[in-house]
């Protein structure tokens, strides 16, 4: 799994690849975290939360979506993004976690938002692949 | 050169500095960029012009959707987009909108001369960064709770005013006097409400920044002498918006707008344009949130005026009153707000989307504050670090033009990630400081991705607002200090 930072003119976009849906997930939100911080310490605590939604793009932008509030809430950069996606009845369900790393021991800036601007999420033979815009 | 072709969309020219985009296949109406060859050339260069196209195909659009002449590529609708939709038979967009709801700026005077700070730079950049809070996780002027968050979001300045934040004056100087009076903080999120508790009075990171500048030029004495500028006097500029709480409002709303009225969207080339159909009960939500957040956006500016009014104080050693520390003005640049607009000869209600543009009502119209209204509203146009930024005044030709509005900055040119690999933080401070421009900020990485040689030029872009007669140019201000998260 991993991530790369793309080019745009006013934001950041993050291209992800996986060989897991699982896997990719947590490489765009390990990407959203590079964008706002470079040196990322050791410290901090895991924690978990949990998104629903009723298809994938949407399960991504709801994922991605909370991983920006628990940090604002939390007060921690969400790094090490551990992901399980799941089908359901319904729709999607996704259990994260993530290390909370606390905001006052870092120098980073802010990603306001995930957007669905451009967003991909598709499959190939090997890999699952994601793209997302981020706006800064 | 009477059309531009630009990897495929060709822009015909109707005038000098407007270019069309005819209409064709799904758009509703043709689109129009307002530039000289030289910001087209660069408008060019990314999606901004598809974009464009897109935003035509929003149901109800009037007359045609307009690239300002700083507009660049954004998510959906492009930064320095105007749009004029049918507030009966349209529909209102949150991705139109933007994230940073009421993202914008304010400039408050001085009577201090550039003589009169020269010596206390250095002490004046480092009070402002140690006193407003700034960058990821810095906290607000003030901590509160979600009931006061409640008041903000209903009230606006009158908040600022009751807890002693604000003067009667900020408010007759404020767009709205500080308060949307269509705010409904019953429909804004605890997700929402829970993120803007902690950031009431902070500037946030990225392209954000609270700068002293001093008047460098002036234009138009006239209109300069009614906004109370003159040559060599200081000025502050804050630039910042609703923080996380109006990012909340639109990542939520446009989620909820995908999932009520999927039929609307199917319709629309791009997914973040998802709109609520004009009259649906998700389209007075989405708008009652909105004039919330922009509520929130107008006491975050206002605390944080509040605050530096505070350090100029121990700095100089005076009350801010001696210094005549007043408000200018405040324009939003990402909102939407319902005005009336001629449209082939009837009046009818529009909301109006700019996204990176800002309203510039010319004098004589009802909206602009009494204090203004013989010469029209201003309009504050901040440049990068390096180039300075503008006062104008809402142009004669801007609501047969434009819906009413301008440009909103000098427009970015180059990517985040590519101006970190050309700019190094502290090479461009030391620079600036060439410049005797005094720069703090959180990380050296902002400071490098908002360096001067990543925005377009500003001059040409005011210079075409002008020509327009959308926005005329009366002052114009370089910085002295500039303190970013």
């Known amino acids: ?136 | 050169m009477d059309t531009y072709d630009a990897d495929g969309i060709t822009l015909e020219r109707v005038e000098e500095y407007i270019w069309e985009i005819p209409q064709e296949g799904e758009m509703n109406t043709p689109a129009r960029v307002l530039a000289s060859e030289e910001l087209l050339d660069q408008i060019a260069d990314d999606k901004t012009l598809q974009q464009l196209k897109n935003s035509t195909q929003l149901p109800g659009v009037q007359q045609h959707a307009i690239c300002m002449p700083d507009g660049h590529q954004g998510y959906g609708f492009p930064v320095g987009g105007v749009a004029g939709i049918d507030a009966e038979e349209g529909c209102i967009s949150p991705g139109a909108v933007g994230f940073d709801i009421n993202c914008g700026v304010r400039m408050m005077t001085t009577n201090l001369s550039y003589d009169d700070v020269q010596g206390h730079e250095e002490e004046l950049v480092e009070s402002l960064f140690a006193n407003v809070p700034s960058g990821l996780g810095g906290g607000g002027v003030v901590e509160s709770d979600v009931e006061t968050v409640e008041e903000i979001l209903d009230r606006g300045v009158e908040w600022a005013l009751d807890e002693g934040h604000a003067v009667e004056d900020d408010l007759a100087h404020c767009e709205d006097e500080g308060r949307r009076p269509d705010a409904d903080p019953a429909v804004v999120s605890q997700k929402a409400k829970d993120r803007g508790k902690n950031q009431i009075g902070s500037l946030g990171s990225g392209n954000h920044f609270l700068e002293v500048q001093r008047v460098t030029d002036v234009f138009r004495e006239g209109v300069a002498d009614s906004y109370g500028l003159s040559a060599d006097q200081i000025v502050v500029l804050i630039h910042c918006g609703s923080r996380g709480l109006g990012h909340q409002v639109c990542t939520e709303y446009t989620r909820e707008v995908e999932q009520a009225h999927p039929e609307l969207l199917d319709q629309l080339p791009d997914k973040e344009l998802a709109a609520a159909p004009a009259g649906s009960q998700l389209a007075e939500e989405y708008y009652g949130a909105m004039c919330a957040a922009i509520n929130y956006a107008w006491v975050n500016r206002q605390l944080i005026m509040d605050r530096t009014r505070q350090v100029f104080e121990r700095v100089f050693d005076r009350s801010w009153e001696e210094m005549e520390m007043n408000l200018l003005y405040d324009v939003a640049h990402n909102i939407a707000k319902k005005e009336d607009h001629e449209i082939d000869g009837e009046e009818r209600e529009l909301y109006v989307h700019r996204k990176g543009a800002t309203r510039a009502f010319p004098a004589g119209h009802e909206e602009v504050p009494r204090a203004y209204r013989d010469v029209g509203q201003p309009v504050i146009i901040p440049g990068s670090m390096g180039a300075g930024s503008y006062v104008l005044r809402g142009g004669e030709s801007s609501m047969e033009t434009t819906f009413g509005s301008t440009a909103h900055g000098a427009g970015r040119t180059m990517s985040r990630t590519q101006a970190k690999d050309e700019f190094w933080g502290e090479d461009v401070q030391d620079e600036l400081r060439g410049q005797k421009v005094y720069v703090k900020a959180q990380s050296g990485a902002t400071v490098a991705e908002e360096a001067p040689g990543v925005y377009k030029d500003v001059d040409e872009v005011v210079r075409v607002s002008d020509e327009l007669g959308i926005g005329d140019t009366v002052a114009r201000t370089f910085p002295v200090c500039n303190i970013k998260g």
């Open chain 1, 1 to 136: 799994m991993s991530f790369e930072l793309r080019e745009h003119t006013a934001d950041v976009a993050v291209a992800a690849d996986g060989k897991t849906l699982d896997a990719t997930f947590g490489a765009v939100a390990d990407g959203l975290a590079a964008a706002m911080c470079e040196t990322i310490p050791d410290d901090g605590d895991r924690f978990s939360f949990a998104v629903q939604a009723e298809n994938r793009e949407a399960l991504l932008y709801e994922y991605l979506a909370d991983c920006i509030y628990q940090r604002d809430v939390r007060g921690v950069l969400p790094v090490e993004n551990r992901v399980v996606v799941d089908r359901t009845d319904d729709g999607w369900q996704l259990d994260a976690s993530a290390r909370g790393v606390p905001l006052g021991t870092i120098d980073a800036r802010e990603v306001k938002a995930v957007t669905y601007s451009e967003m991909r999420i598709e499959r190939d033979d090997e890999s699952w692949n994601a793209y997302v815009v981020f706006d800064v």
